[in-house]
Protein backbone atom coordinates (compact mmCIF):
# COMPACT_ATOMS: atom_id res chain seq x y z
CA UNK A 1 0.00 0.00 0.00
CA UNK A 2 1.21 3.91 -1.05
CA UNK A 3 0.56 6.78 1.40
CA UNK A 4 0.92 10.11 0.12
CA UNK A 5 1.58 12.98 2.60
CA UNK A 6 1.56 16.37 2.11
CA UNK A 7 2.58 19.15 4.87
CA UNK A 8 3.39 22.80 5.39
CA UNK A 9 0.13 24.67 4.74
CA UNK A 10 -1.21 27.41 6.71
CA UNK A 11 -2.43 31.11 6.79
CA UNK A 12 0.12 33.27 5.46
CA UNK A 13 -0.95 37.47 4.46
CA UNK A 14 -1.03 38.12 0.91
CA UNK A 15 2.77 38.17 -0.64
CA UNK A 16 3.74 35.92 1.36
CA UNK A 17 5.45 32.27 0.86
CA UNK A 18 5.23 29.22 1.30
CA UNK A 19 6.67 26.16 1.13
CA UNK A 20 4.84 22.53 1.25
CA UNK A 21 6.17 19.16 1.09
CA UNK A 22 5.43 15.72 -0.07
CA UNK A 23 6.16 12.27 1.29
CA UNK A 24 5.64 8.77 -0.67
CA UNK A 25 5.86 5.98 1.01
CA UNK A 26 5.10 1.96 1.04
CA UNK A 27 5.00 -0.18 -1.86
CA UNK A 28 6.45 2.19 -4.49
CA UNK A 29 8.11 0.78 -7.81
CA UNK A 30 8.88 3.87 -9.92
CA UNK A 31 7.43 7.05 -9.35
CA UNK A 32 7.52 8.91 -12.95
CA UNK A 33 5.48 11.84 -11.89
CA UNK A 34 4.83 14.12 -8.76
CA UNK A 35 2.03 16.48 -9.01
CA UNK A 36 0.33 19.34 -6.98
CA UNK A 37 -2.92 20.13 -7.76
CA UNK A 38 -5.46 22.33 -5.36
CA UNK A 39 -9.20 22.74 -4.93
CA UNK A 40 -10.44 26.18 -3.59
CA UNK A 41 -14.25 26.13 -2.10
CA UNK A 42 -16.77 25.61 -4.82
CA UNK A 43 -14.66 25.01 -7.62
CA UNK A 44 -12.78 21.89 -9.37
CA UNK A 45 -9.23 20.55 -8.10
CA UNK A 46 -6.93 22.19 -10.84
CA UNK A 47 -3.73 21.20 -12.11
CA UNK A 48 -0.75 23.47 -10.48
CA UNK A 49 2.96 22.12 -11.23
CA UNK A 50 4.65 18.95 -11.77
CA UNK A 51 7.80 17.31 -12.05
CA UNK A 52 8.87 13.87 -13.33
CA UNK A 53 11.61 11.89 -12.93
CA UNK A 54 13.91 13.13 -15.19
CA UNK A 55 13.89 16.42 -13.94
CA UNK A 56 11.28 18.45 -16.12
CA UNK A 57 8.42 20.67 -14.71
CA UNK A 58 5.13 21.88 -15.73
CA UNK A 59 3.34 24.84 -14.28
CA UNK A 60 -0.71 26.27 -14.37
CA UNK A 61 0.18 30.04 -16.26
CA UNK A 62 -1.74 31.06 -12.65
CA UNK A 63 1.11 30.05 -10.93
CA UNK A 64 4.44 30.89 -13.62
CA UNK A 65 6.83 33.22 -12.45
CA UNK A 66 5.41 32.33 -8.91
CA UNK A 67 5.85 28.32 -7.45
CA UNK A 68 8.68 26.35 -7.91
CA UNK A 69 8.08 22.57 -7.88
CA UNK A 70 11.61 20.59 -6.76
CA UNK A 71 11.99 17.60 -5.72
CA UNK A 72 14.32 13.73 -5.84
CA UNK A 73 11.63 11.37 -7.35
CA UNK A 74 13.99 9.02 -6.68
CA UNK A 75 13.52 9.32 -2.92
CA UNK A 76 9.29 10.16 -3.45
CA UNK A 77 9.49 13.46 -1.80
CA UNK A 78 8.36 16.53 -3.78
CA UNK A 79 8.16 20.17 -2.67
CA UNK A 80 6.11 23.26 -3.63
CA UNK A 81 7.43 26.63 -3.52
CA UNK A 82 5.33 29.38 -3.05
CA UNK A 83 5.97 33.00 -3.13
CA UNK A 84 4.15 36.08 -3.89
CA UNK A 85 1.00 34.97 -3.04
CA UNK A 86 -2.39 36.16 -3.40
CA UNK A 87 -5.72 35.36 -1.86
CA UNK A 88 -7.22 33.54 -4.94
CA UNK A 89 -4.37 30.69 -3.83
CA UNK A 90 -6.51 30.07 -1.21
CA UNK A 91 -7.22 26.10 -1.89
CA UNK A 92 -6.40 22.84 0.16
CA UNK A 93 -3.32 21.82 -1.94
CA UNK A 94 -3.21 17.89 -2.90
CA UNK A 95 0.12 15.79 -4.10
CA UNK A 96 -0.24 12.77 -6.10
CA UNK A 97 2.20 10.30 -7.23
CA UNK A 98 2.16 8.45 -10.21
CA UNK A 99 3.66 5.37 -11.43
CA UNK A 100 3.26 3.83 -15.03
CA UNK A 101 0.15 1.81 -13.48
CA UNK A 102 -1.80 4.24 -11.13
CA UNK A 103 -1.45 6.87 -8.81
CA UNK A 104 -2.11 7.54 -5.50
CA UNK A 105 -3.37 10.93 -3.85
CA UNK A 106 -2.68 12.48 -0.56
CA UNK A 107 -5.37 13.69 1.98
CA UNK A 108 -4.35 17.74 1.23
CA UNK A 109 -2.90 20.50 3.18
CA UNK A 110 -5.19 23.60 3.71
CA UNK A 111 -3.42 27.04 2.55
CA UNK A 112 -4.90 30.35 3.12
CA UNK A 113 -3.54 33.65 1.72
CA UNK A 114 -5.30 36.59 3.80
CA UNK A 115 -5.37 39.98 2.09
Known amino acids: QVQVVESGGGLVQAGGSLRLSCAAS????????MGWYRQAPGKQREFVAR???????NYADSVKGRFTVSGDIAKNTAYLHMNSLRPEDTAVYYC?????????WGQGTQVTVSS
Open 26 to 33: GSIFSITV
Open 96 to 104: AAYTLASST
Open 51 to 57: ITSGGTT
